[in-house]
């Protein structure tokens, strides 16, 4: 099913999410429906609060992969890379941001089952995008030079 992505203005996006406790159903229905929000909206990213759901759960689809990343936390950064951002929930706006090159996560599956992944350039940017969701950041809080996008 796909959901209404929440906008800039509505609180939910500037919650600390709660951790997910429950792998259940309910959760792998949520993930499988956020896989079809983010595929028509095209994105590279989702988060559960961006759909209105305050738990610690993102998709990333990136180059490397699709990959759900439930109760992520951030084992090492390192590394600087500058580039565009944009936001599903931040419509028609894009700015420059600072974010690591390369980063490590520890994280959980749809099951419960714990995984590390090393993530590089681009796939680091994206997972750093939506793991900041999850802590009520948008990328405007950290962008540069925000500006209209043109059509």
């Not at 996006?13 to 951790?19: A, I, S, T, V």
């Not at 429906?33 to 209105?52: R, S």
Request: hydrophobic share 40%; charged share 30%.
């Amino acid at each position: 099913m796909i959901r209404e992505i929440v906008q800039v203005g509505d609180e939910v996006l500037r919650k600390k999410c709660e951790p997910v406790t429950r792998f259940d159903g309910e959760l792998a229905a949520l993930l499988d429906d956020m896989k079809e929000t983010l595929k028509k909206a095209e994105g590279a990213g989702l988060a559960a609060p961006q759909v209105g759901v305050p738990i610690r759960a993102v998709l990333v689809d990136v180059p490397e992969g699709f990959f759900e990343f439930i109760n992520p936390v951030f084992v090492w950064q390192k590394g600087e890379q500058v580039g565009p951002e944009g936001c599903l929930s931040v419509r028609g706006k894009s700015g420059i941001v600072c974010r690591p090159n390369k980063v490590k996560i520890i994280y959980q599956d749809r099951h419960g089952d714990k995984y590390a992944v090393v993530a590089r350039g681009w796939f680091a940017r994206a997972v750093c995008h939506e793991l900041d969701h999850l802590d009520g950041i948008l990328y405007t809080d950290k962008a540069e030079n925000i500006r209209d996008e043109e059509d």
